[in-house]
T-cell receptor, first 116, second 115 residues
Framework: NAGVTQTPKFQVLKTGQSMTLQCAQDMNHNSMYWYRQDPGMGLRLIYYSASEGTTDKGEVPNGYNVSRLNKREFSLRLESAAPSQTSVYFCASSPPGAAGYNSPLHFGNGTRLTVT | AQSVTQLDSQVPVFEEAPVELRCNYSSSVSVYLFWYVQYPNQGLQLLLK??????LVKGINGFEAEFNKSQTSFHLRKPSVHISDTAEYFCAVLILTGGGNKLTFGTGTQLKVEL
């Protein structure tokens, strides 16, 4: 049972570089999410995808793009990284319907990104 | 808008002592509340949830929380903590939308259990 898998685990970028964070889930969940975690700020939603083929902005979408490649995969792209994007990024997925209430989010272990 | 506030950023406590982590919510509609725990260098795990029914909910690892509508609170408690409970704890509220459910998190409380 892999659950939610994120790659890479760690990444260091220089300002202006681009990269894509990968996320895949094997639980057949409909919804997927990207959060960033910063000290003292909790987790903030960047983008989410309610189902395959749809994406929506969350609380802090600026500087990011996402792709819901298929039901399993949801990637997050930084086109031109900035130091303010130094953070820990978490991908999560959620089952549909009532199951989504009982256990709303299943998290990956995070990607630690540093932008210098 | 629905939101949660965690009043304490850090809570130090000695092993075997009781602990309470505070969470207050704001919502104009039915609320679904959750506590998650994050151990160092890991993702978040669900501790417990309140959806409806009994206001006292029990979770994993001996934690429990009480939903108090009049005080708009959902405080997390454990009668006797262990060193292994050292972690960050997040309160969250579920927001229901036509385009998918979303969780909004509090800013977290770092629980540090000392010998």
């Amino acid at each position: 049972n892999a659950g939610v898998t994120q790659t890479p685990k760690f990444q260091v970028l220089k300002t202006g570089q681009s990269m894509t964070l990968q996320c895949a889930q094997d639980m057949n969940h409909n919804s997927m999410y990207w959060y960033r975690q910063d000290p003292g700020m909790g987790l903030r939603l960047i983008y989410y995808s309610a189902s395959e083929g749809t994406t929506d902005k969350g609380e802090v979408p600026n500087g990011y793009n996402v792709s819901r490649l298929n039901k399993r995969e949801f990637s997050l792209r930084l086109e031109s990284a900035a130091p303010s994007q130094t953070s820990v990024y978490f991908c999560a997925s959620s089952p549909p319907g009532a199951a989504g209430y009982n256990s709303p989010l299943h998290f990956g272990n995070g990607t630690r990104l540093t932008v210098t | 808008a629905q939101s949660v506030t965690q009043l304490d950023s850090q809570v130090p406590v000695f092993e075997e002592a009781p602990v309470e982590l505070r969470c207050n919510y704001s919502s104009s509609v039915s609320v679904y509340l959750f506590w998650y725990v994050q151990y160092p260098n890991q993702g978040l795990q669900l501790l417990l949830k309140y959806l409806s029914g009994s206001t006292l909910v029990k979770g994993i690892n001996g934690f429990e929380a009480e939903f108090n509508k009049s005080q708009t609170s959902f405080h997390l408690r454990k009668p006797s903590v262990h060193i292994s409970d050292t972690a960050e704890y997040f309160c969250a509220v579920l927001i229901l939308t036509g385009g998918g459910n979303k969780l909004t998190f509090g800013t977290g409380t770092q629980l540090k259990v000392e010998l």
